[in-house]
């Protein structure tokens, strides 16, 4: 007998039968019931925030106001909470035009306009003055200072330039942060490129380590976060149909450590653990193989040494980008080289810390892909085996494993950090 699994594929699903012989298990993450009604809770959240005033206390009639928002690889519901911001910044008589809104894109590229229809909702696309936050423009930086760990703090000047700063994101696993939210939406969010490359190299510390938010990397991007005066932000976290299960609104340190200990008994799953091989949907961060690489690290964590990891994601964006690629697929690259052009500034270190951490993984395990955005050749070239179908790959690695592989499967694999609860 076998079991057919349906995996989370884009905003499709693909599927794929395993033997229940070889079956471990398939692991999503935990269910949290969501809230019976968002916009009460979003009000609730508003009504009484952690460690801040209540909007209508901080806010000023004619003061100009800045809201940040998260981009298009985040699930964040904004247009659902964009609007109780709104009203209550109106029922302070701040004026439209005083309103602008920032998308914290990181490093990665700026919104499309469907994209940006599609993150702002179209009843607000639009209205108020928008801009997407670009980390190599050095002209619409200011220098706020060095962190202890010696990173230098360049943010977009128009955290400068604004009376007060509001912002909303929501909390999930990150491969090198622990959890998402906070202060994430300062760094990386709207930080110059010298600012992440120079955080990010903590990251490498990172590895195997995940959920952790007491890593050098999360610390140093709550100082950094911690120069900019924010008013408040609103986080969410999201149950696995994407509505919202809780609403966090307040300082960005409180809201954080109060969402982190929600989403931890949501997005951390116990498994039963080494395993041969572990079949992986990078949703939901699968618009490129940059975004999915999540995927095979939290898959990592459960696949014994010798075993496969076969990752799955329709990156409609390919790898990435051409950089990205040229370093992956440069050959016979050693842990050691990442490390160095980590610690010398060669290159984007975004990109040397994923290409450390795919190098380790990849001398202990085989990694195969079954991401039709991006061609067999390149897979290739970056150490992916290419499988033509989900199907015919699942069949040709449990055959290469044999008849007693232990198969496990993540669905939401960008989102589910295994915690192994035996190890035989």
């Known amino acids: 007998m076998a079991t057919g699994i349906s995996l989370p594929y884009g905003k499709q699903h693909i599927s794929f039968n395993v033997p229940d012989e070889n079956l471990v298990g398939v692991f999503w993450p935990s269910a949290i019931e969501a809230c019976s009604n968002p916009h009460q809770e979003i009000e609730r959240a508003l009504d009484h925030p952690l460690g801040t005033q209540r909007i209508e206390q901080i806010v000023s009639a004619g003061e100009k106001v800045l809201i940040l928002v998260d981009d298009y690889t985040r699930a964040t519901p904004v247009p659902l909470i964009l609007p109780h911001l709104l ?48 980390c190599t423009d050095k002209s619409s930086q200011a220098f706020l200072g060095l962190t202890s760990r010696g990173t230098p703090v360049w943010v977009n000047h128009l955290l400068l330039e604004n009376d007060r700063i509001f912002g909303i994101g929501h909390i999930d696993p990150s491969d090198y942060a622990g959890y998402a939210g906070g202060w994430k939406l300062i760094v990386p969010g709207v930080a110059a490129l010298e600012t992440i490359d120079s955080n990010h190299a903590l990251a490498v510390l990172s590895f195997r380590h995940y959920g952790s938010v007491d890593l050098p990397c999360r610390q140093d991007i709550n100082e950094a976060g911690g120069m900019v005066r924010v008013d408040q932000f609103i986080n969410v976290v999201l149950c696995q149909d994407g509505q919202i299960g809780r609403v966090f609104a307040g300082a960005p340190a409180e809201i954080h450590s109060a969402g982190v200990k929600l989403a931890k008994q949501v997005y951390e799953v116990e498994c039963p653990g080494p ?50 690629y040229r370093l992956l697929a440069a050959p016979d690259r050693h842990p050691d080289d990442f490390l160095r052009n980590i610690a ?16 380790l993984i990849r001398a202990e395990k085989q990694v195969y892909g079954h991401m039709p955005g991006i061609t067999g050749p390149e897979l290739e070239a970056i150490g992916i085996h290419p499988v033509a179908s989900l199907q015919s790959g699942v069949d040709a690695i449990l055959q290469s494993h044999g008849p007693k592989a232990r198969l496990a499967v993540l669905p939401v694999g960008s989102a589910t950090i295994p915690r192994l609860v035996n190890t035989h």
């Open 344 to 359: 010398s500034r060669n290159g984007k270190v975004t990109y040397n810390v994923l290409g450390y951490f795919l190098t």
């Open 275 to 324: 395993v041969d091989i572990a079949v992986v949907s990078a949703y939901p961060y699968d618009v490129d193989y940059y975004q999915a690489i999540r995927a095979v690290e939290y898959a990592d964590v459960m696949v014994r040494p010798g075993g496969s990891i076969l990752v799955v994601a329709p990156c409609p964006d390919g790898i990435g980008s051409e950089t990205f």
């Open 87 to 134: 009203e209550r910044l109106k029922s302070r008589q701040v004026r439209d035009q005083d309103i602008t809104l920032l998308v914290s894109t990181g490093t990665h590229r700026p919104c499309s306009e469907s994209e940006l229809r599609e993150k702002l909702g179209e009843e607000l696309y639009g209205r108020y003055r928008t801009e997407q936050h670009d």
